[in-house]
Every structure is written in structure tokens, then in C-alpha cells.
């Protein structure tokens, strides 16, 4: 199953919630004036596109109905794929991994799958050919670590690990020495799941960039938020208070085989600036799929 098929059946929710309005729009079309744009923005905002966002883009469409003199239900539904589809495609989806060792640091709150996906990437980069060390640096989380070794044997990677309740940037020291010494082309860093409302712990998550500044100078790093699909609009706040803390170099949005609010992601890259790297839509080690902003848009409004 393709990128589009994965995508559109774990969108689906997303289509249900805005389908009587969205559908009904384009079934029922008959000429996009105020009262079709204004319900299409009321169906973007249900899809957690955001006020913002989803105002933007009916904006947009209706400037470009206007100037392209668009008529159809066709032609104005793939003007508002091309819309979304471009607030999408913001910096570079693919992972830069150029200097040996490589980092990629993955954070994110409680709970968005973190663990899961360090997993599933280290089995893509292992797959490709990629001596990858794995960090076990969520010290605070009962079992972590085994979680993460599951995934280490499962890739056949290396991991530096510590005992529970360690200082995580000591973890990362040891695991940028271990990579060095072992000739590691990538070190995948796992975090404790951070609230983004506590300081104390998005200064930790700061001193573990540092030390990685530090002691990788001139490395290609990779910062990732995880947000959860269901997060909502909770995941923007979240991830401006994480690109504060950290930077932010992509995104990566997992649980959207049961989620009902895809749509967030759109608000998030366009605010930030920040791709989306990867998707989650499912367990399985393909499940983590490299994103595609036009599939993912056509997916959302159930075209094809």
C-alpha cells in the first residue's frame, strides 16, 4: 500500500468529521460565492486546520477563483489542494545525515510515540546501509530504555544506555563518545516526554542541545518534534514552545490511522516554518513513511 492509499485510509476520520460539510460543498456545488467560501472555512476549521490557517486559505482561494476565473467544482478543489499543498511544503523533508557521526534528536510531550519512532527510523537507516547508535536518553520513564533496546535488536543498532533516573545530557556525552569510537554514522537520541508548560524541563532539553553543540561541532543535526494527530490545536502551542527550546529542523506526525485531526499539521508548518518529515499510520516498521504534502492534502479532501 502506497503513501497515498496509507495516508487517505488513516485520514479517514478526519474526511467523516468534515464530510457532510466538504462533501456537500463540492457534491452540491454550484458557484464558489461568500456563502461557499464561508462554509468552507468553517469544514477546514473542523478539520483542525486552525482559525488562522483555515482563514488563509479560503482567502487564498478566493483571490485565486477570482483572478483564474475558476467556475467548477473540479478546478476550485484542486486550487485548494495546491493552496494547502504549498503551506506544506516548507524547507527540506529529507533527513540531512552528511557528517559521520550524524544526530538526530527526537523530542516531544508524553505519549506522541517517540520511542516507537527512533524504532522504526533506525530500521530505515539501518536498512540503507547506516551504522546507527541508538541514545536511551528518557531516564525518567519506567522502561524506556528496554523499549528502545526491543527496537535496537530489532535494526540491528548499537545503544548507550544508563540507569533509570540518570542525567539524560550525560547519556548523550557517553553516546556521542561511544559513536565516535565505534564509527556510528547516526546517533538517534531519545527524550523524556516533555509538557511543554514546564521550564524545568525544557531547560534540560536545552543543556541536551548544548552538549550536543558542543561536543559534535560542525555535525549534521536533525531536531524532530513528534506531535501526536489527535493533539489538535494544542500541538501548535507545543511546538512553538519546543522550537524555542531546541530548534526545530521537522516534524513528524504519527497515530493518524485514528485520528480525527490531521488537518493540524498545515497550521504547524506554515506558522513555523518547519517541514514535515515523516508520518505515522500504523505499528509496523512501514508504517513510517517520508512525507508527501500534495498526497496528503488530496488524501485529506478525499480526492482521488
Known amino acids: 500500500m502506497g503513501f497515498f492509499d496509507k495516508i487517505k485510509q488513516g485520514l479517514s476520520k478526519t474526511r467523516q468529521r468534515m464530510g457532510g460539510t466538504l462533501g456537500g460543498l463540492f457534491t452540491g456545488f454550484s458557484r464558489a460565492d461568500e456563502t461557499f467560501f464561508e462554509e468552507l472555512e468553517e469544514a477546514l476549521i473542523l478539520a483542525d486546520l486552525g482559525a488562522t490557517a483555515a482563514a488563509d486559505a479560503v482567502e487564498a482561494l478566493r483571490v485565486r477563483c477570482r483572478q483564474e476565473s475558476l467556475k467548477g467544482p473540479e ?3 484542486a486550487a ?3 493552496i494547502l499543498a ?5 524547507g527540506d523533508p529529507s533527513l540531512r545525515l552528511g557528517t559521520k557521526p550524524s544526530v538526530i534528536l527526537v523530542i516531544g510531550v508524553n505519549g506522541v510515540g517517540k ?3 527512533i524504532g522504526k527510523l533506525a530500521g530505515h537507516l539501518a536498512a540503507a546501509g547506516r551504522r546507527v547508535l541508538l541514545c536511551a536518553g528518557d531516564t525518567f520513564r519506567a522502561a524506556a530504555a528496554e523499549q528502545l533496546a526491543v527496537w535496537a535488536e530489532r535494526a540491528g543498532a548499537d545503544i548507550v544506555r544508563q540507569h533509570e533516573g540518570a542525567d539524560p545530557a550525560a547519556v548523550v556525552f557517553d553516546a556521542l563518545a ?3 569510537a565505534r564509527g556510528c554514522d547516526v546517533v538517534l537520541c531519545d527524550t523524556a516526554g516533555r509538557l511543554h ?4 524541563l525544557m531547560n534540560e532539553l536545552a543543556k541536551i542541545s ?11 543535526r536533525e531536531t524532530l518534534l513528534v506531535l501526536d494527530a489527535v493533539t489538535g490545536q494544542n500541538g501548535l502551542s507545543q511546538a512553538r514552545e519546543f522550537a524555542a527550546a531546541a530548534g526545530l529542523t521537522g516534524l513528524v506526525l504519527t497515530k493518524l490511522d485514528g485520528t480525527a485531526k490531521g488537518g493540524i499539521v498545515v497550521a504547524v508548518a506554515d506558522a513555523l516554518q518547519v517541514p514535515v518529515k515523516y508520518v505515522g499510520v500504523g505499528e509496523k516498521l512501514d508504517d513510517l513513511m517520508p512525507f508527501e504534502p500534495r ?3 488530496e488524501a485529506l479532501l478525499g480526492v482521488g
Open 75 to 77: 478546478a476550485v478543489r
Open 80 to 82: 485548494l489542494v495546491d
Open 86 to 90: 504549498a503551506r506544506l511544503s516548507v
Open 115 to 117: 520511542t516507537t519512532t
Open 178 to 180: 561511544a559513536a565516535r
Open 197 to 200: 508548560n514546564k521550564q524545568n
Open 210 to 220: 548544548r552538549v550536543i553543540d558542543r561536543e559534535l561541532p560542525g555535525a549534521d
Open 295 to 297: 498526497a496528503f492534502v
